[in-house]
T-cell receptor
């Protein structure tokens, strides 16, 4: 069935280093892949997204890459800062009859000062 | 949180009682969603609505009910039939349910429900 796998579940990096989070989706018909940042006790915030007709998208220190053939996409955060510490979720939008978003299980990122 | 409000932030109920969680948006979005989030897990879809007076069950709809009488409101009722209701509940909305290439989904601040 529809599934999104996300790795790793936790990630610790030194301030200034890069962080990479990877997700794999199951339905080749999926065409939209957002990334969310969730801080403790708050709702997820959309930080970047990518559509299936694009291979890479950048927004300042964050970027997302998509490999449609392998059905995986990744979030890259460069020059990490303590305020980047949060839980990050990937998602894939499925359009099989109706529009649904399937989420990964999240990655807890800790940026160590 | 992008014009989506959820109230209250914390809610406590006794087992056996129904409880309704509020979700309001002023973004003029057609589609609205309810998710449940448990520790260490992703977001699981409870119900969603693509248009007023219409809604569909998500992956974990048992023990929940919704209504969509107004475009801006999508309340969720957690019934006594829900076996494990304690969780963090998130409401979201999008312009349309994927129509015309406008896929972005935005979340409210969430309601933490505790049932004892």
């Amino acid at each position: 069935g529809e599934n999104v796998e996300q790795h790793p579940s936790t990630l610790s990096v030194q301030e200034g280093d890069s962080a990479v989070i990877k997700c794999t989706y199951s339905d080749s018909a999926s065409n939209y892949f957002p990334w969310y940042k969730q801080e403790l006790g708050k709702g997820p915030q959309l930080i970047i997204d990518i559509r299936s007709n694009v291979g890479e998208k950048k927004d300042q220190r964050i970027a997302v890459t998509l490999n449609k053939t392998a059905k995986h996409f990744s979030l890259h955060i460069t020059e990490t800062q303590p305020e980047d510490s949060a839980v990050y979720f990937c998602a894939a939008m499925y359009t099989s009859g109706t529009y649904k978003y399937i989420f990964g299980t999240g990655t807890r990122l800790k940026v160590l000062a | 949180d992008g014009g989506i409000t959820q109230s209250p932030k914390y809610l406590f109920r006794k087992e056996g009682q129904n409880v309704t969680l509020s979700c309001e948006q002023n973004l003029n979005h057609d589609a609205m969603y309810w998710y449940r989030q448990d520790p260490g897990q992703g977001l699981r879809l409870i119900y969603y609505s693509q248009i007023v007076n219409d809604f569909q069950k998500g992956d974990i709809a048992e023990g929940y009910s919704v209504s969509r009488e107004k475009k801006e409101s999508f309340p969720l009722t957690v019934t006594s039939a829900q076996k494990n209701p304690t969780a963090f509940y998130l409401c979201a909305s999008s312009i349309q349910a994927g129509g015309r290439g406008q896929y972005e989904q935005y979340f409210g601040p969430g309601t933490r429900l505790t049932v004892t």
